[in-house]
C-alpha cells in the first residue's frame, strides 16, 4: 500500500482521498439508526447526501432534519467540516496531532490542496488553518445561540448553533430548518439581524481562503503588505458582493421595511458565492435575478479555501486579461506585478470546462426530465460551482438526473484542474516541443 502511495501524484492523492471519505459517509448514512424511519438510507440517497456533504454543496434529496437522525446530522456534519477543510488538510492535521513526520512527498501534497505558493512553511500554515476554523465556527455558534435556544430550547439550540455555524463557515449550505417547514432553509430568519450577518460573516471568511487569512494575520490592516494574490481576493469578493446586492436591493427587494430589504439583499448577493443558505422564496426572484445569481455561483469563492466555483482569482485574471488586450499590453497585471502566461491559460481551462459542465448538465437534465431549461441550468450551477441553492426540482430528479449532479459536485470540489493533472499521471509535466507557427483570426 505505501508503495502504491508513493507512486500517485499530489492530485491523484487528492480525488481517491475525497472519493474514500464519500464512500464511507455514505456507510454510514446507510446504518439503520442514520434515518428517523430506522431502516437506513437506500444508497442512492446515502451516496447523494455523502458527495453533497463532503463536497460542501448543500443539495438534497431528503430534508436534513426530517429525514435524518441526531446520528446521520452528525455524520453529515462531520462530513461537511472534512470536505470544507479539505480531506488532506485534516488528514495532516491528525499526523501533526500525533507526533509524525510529514514527509516531503505529504508536503507536496498540502501545498497543492491548500493553493500554497511555496512547500516551505506549510505545516505552520495547517496548524494556523486548524486554529482558525476552530476559531471562527465556534464564535459562530456563540453568536447565533442565543437566537436558537429562544426558539428551539437550550439543547436543540446548541446543536442547530454548532451545525449552521459549520455549515456556513465551510460553504455548506447544510440546515435543519425542515423541523418547520421541508426544505425552508432559513426563510423564516429572513428578519433577524444577528442570523443573517452571522452567516453572511462566516460564509464570506471561510470563502476568501486560508493564505489571505495568514496576511490578514501578519499583516494586519496593512494591506499593501499583503500577497497580489490576497489583494486580487478581498477586491474581486467586495465588487462581487457590493454590486449583485445593489441590484437585488434595487430591483428584486423593492417592498418592506429598509433594514430587512438590505438584510435580503446582501444574502443573497453573498449566498450564491457557494454556501447554499437562501433567506427569501427564489421562486419569487425574477428570471433576471436568477440569471444573475447563476453566474455569482459559477464564479465562487477563492483558492485554498471552503469555497468551490471557479475561483474569483479565475475571473479577475480574465477579466485583466481582456483588459489588457483592449490596450494592447502585452501582459497582464495586478497592483504593478506581471501574471505568468500559464496562469492565464490555466484559467481560461478552467473557465471552458466549467461552463462546458454547467452547459452540458443543464441541457441533460433538461431533456430527461422535461423541466424549464433556466431551472435545469440553475441547479448544474449549483452542483458543480458547490453552492446547494434550488429551486426545489433536484429532490423530484431521477436516478440518472441525480447522477448528474453528483459527477458535478464532485469535479466542482476536486478541482477541474486536479482531475486532469491526475488523469494525466504525469503531474504537470508537459510537452515542450514547438510546432511551426501560423496566424489565426479570432473576434
Known sequence: MGKIVRRLSSSQIII????????????????????????????ADALFTSTSAVCVTGLVVQDTAAYWTGFGQAVILLLIQIGGMGVITVAAAIFIASGKKISLKQRSTMQEALSAHKVGGIVRLTGFIIKMTICFELFGAVLMFPVFSREFGPGKGLWYSVFHSISAFCNAGFDLMGCRTPYSSLTHFAANPVINLVIMALIVIGGIGFITWDDVKTKGLHIHKYRMQSKVILMTTFCLILFPALYFLAFEFSDGPLGERILNALFQSVTPRTAGFNTVNLRDISETGIAIMILLMLVGGSPGSTAGGMKTTTLAVLFSTAISVFRYREHTHFFGRRIDDDTVRNGVAVLIMYMTLFLGGGLLISRIEGLPILDCLYETASAVATVGLTLGITPELSLSSRTILVLLMYIGRVGGLTLIFAASSGGRKGNTSRLPQEKLTVG
Open 16 to 43: 481517491l482521498g475525497f472519493a474514500g471519505v464519500i464512500f464511507l459517509g455514505s456507510l454510514l448514512l446507510m446504518l439503520p439508526f442514520a434515518t428517523q424511519d430506522g431502516r437506513g438510507a437506500a444508497f
